[in-house]
């Protein structure tokens, strides 16, 4: 999940000085990794001339390439410095968001959701919600997904060059243009054969160039105990090393969570809304060769999901043991000081030297610019399939609707840029335009589920089951801004803190939509069975996997996950 | 014969961009030596067995996927 961090921002900005000094070695490294990039573009250029080929890199991808690229376009460089922050901050709490978030979501999309999208043939999220309800579901979804997804490449842009500035002392509009129109050159020319490339290669650079700081770590702490008897010894506290057992109470843990908000909020709701109906990760297992591997790549991506705490959570909690000075929270933040949210570039510093601090500073930037990259290949299938194709020019040639796709994608790096300078005008809006991507996500996740899964939804049940969903998210998160007090009604709780309430606003407000979709769909009438083949359970057929040997079904390696999963919680109780 | 089949992999851009920033970092290493940088465990020489494994990986990437005529 990708949860950029606004205080992440207004601490960069505060903070004077650079971090690091990069040295030739390092440049090259950085400069060699823009050459490749556009390299990629120029080379795939060739294969991206069909619409499919375009908004979808011809379905052709293996389970290995997709799944790859579904995690990577997750794995963007805000938030590993996030979550890194937050491990600092919370302790080991932190990984929640990615096992829980991992598993059984991954796995329940991979084995579940992906037959309905892949054999219904469908090239979008919002397209399914066309075939499934109508068009008023479509535009809903098509419209917001639309605009969530340039404010969040703008977002992701913007703090890619504020990042720059802090740790390298870039100029903000140097980073921008250079890393906007890289994007812009690759993905115009390759489409999402060009995104899914540039994503696979990031996740090999993200793990290389961040292995240092936990193998370095854990040598000079004497390993996991050593690491875990200095965190003790600092907060003099044990609560910042367990996993659920602090979970009984909100006061009990650094968090202010209760692990109902884990398991429900975060793995049943967030976790779900996010990877089953977020359609930037949906559009990379969309893209694979065939079904098979289409289940397979969300299964892939959940292992690795699993084990990149060790590059993310590890290094924060690796600082609450090794670092000299303490790191504070932004509204403390003065020269001289640093923040939580420094954590992820002070450990790159502490462990490496020349050549490797390059590697870990390209890994960043290949973060920043894959998420853009992902926005705005997104945001072009989105646009073309399901604003422009259904609503202004219907019957053109696929020639045609290849060429809006590349203007689109100009289009959207150009909106980008804009909201990037308009973020640095006005900061606190981003504060706003996150929780804006977090009112669609648990509701359209009710919407789609059900949509699959029950026969009887109608077209105006979806519809409204949406909507009303979603403007109770942002009737609750209003409430809470206007009114604190109002976190402990929505999390049942008077110790519950700031961390509660996405999870358990984005509960109720699922459990809202499925509400209104059941009772509106008991009041109108329903599509008929012709309209609903390969949409609905019962009206799919699915592939028959009995003459395969186990070890080659999707579902054996879902409960490879789920026994790793079952593993590191009793082992990080 | 499927798209995938005629383009070159990823794979192997991988493993050219991996091998050639193996040499980078490996030539760093070496010719910083005996001037160790000022990082924690510096002596470790992590600059070295980083450099190390990238030509490892990437030249298993790049070897394995290299094109070939078919």
Sequence with gaps: MSLLNAPVMATLLETPARLISLSFSDLLIIVVYFVV???IGLYLRRYANSSQDFFLAGRDMSAWVAGLSFLSANLGALELMGWAAAAYQYGILAAHFYWIAAFPSMVFLGLVMMPFYYISKTHSVPGYLQLRYGEGTRALSGISFAFMTILMSGINMYAMALVLKVVLGWN???SIWVASLTVAVYVTLGGLYSAIFNEVLQFFLIWL???AIPIMGLIETGGWSGMVARIQERVQSDTYVHLWSTLGSFSANPMGVHWTGIVFGLGGVIAFGYWTTDFLVVQRAMAAKDL???????????YFKMIVPLIVIVPGLLALAVLPFKLVPESALQPGLHSYNEVLPL????YCGPGLLGLGVTALIAGFMSGMAGNVSAFATVWTYDIYQPYIRKTESDAHYVLVGRWCTILAVILSIATAYFVTQFKSIMDYMQALVSFFIAPLFGTVIIGMFWKRATSKGGFWGLLVGTVSSVVMYTLVKVHPAYLSTIALSPNAKDMAENLYRALWSWIICVLTTVAVSLFTSPKPASQLQNLVYGYTKMSDEAGLPIYRRPIFWGAGVAVFFAVLQWIFW | MSREQHMLPVWFFI?????????IIL???????SYPST???????????GGILLLLIGGFYTIRFWPRKR
Excluded at chain 1, 292 to 302: E, L, Q, T, V
Excluded at chain 1, 347 to 350: D, S
Excluded at chain 2, 15 to 23: A, D, W
Aim: overall charge positive; hydrophobic content about 60%; cysteine-free.
């Design chain 1, 209 to 211: 160039g961040a292995l």
């Design chain 1, 172 to 174: 903000i509009h140097f």
């Design chain 1, 347 to 350: 450990m790159l510093a502490r």
């Design chain 2, 39 to 49: 990082v924690v465990l510096a002596q470790y020489h992590p600059d070295i067995w």
């Design chain 1, 292 to 302: 098979r591997s289409a289940k397979f790549a969300p299964i892939i991506a959940s």
């Design chain 2, 27 to 33: 030539i760093t290493a070496i010719s910083d030596f």
């Design chain 2, 15 to 23: 493993g050219v961009l991996l091998t050639v920033y193996g040499v």
């Design chain 1, 37 to 39: 990039v556009l390299g």
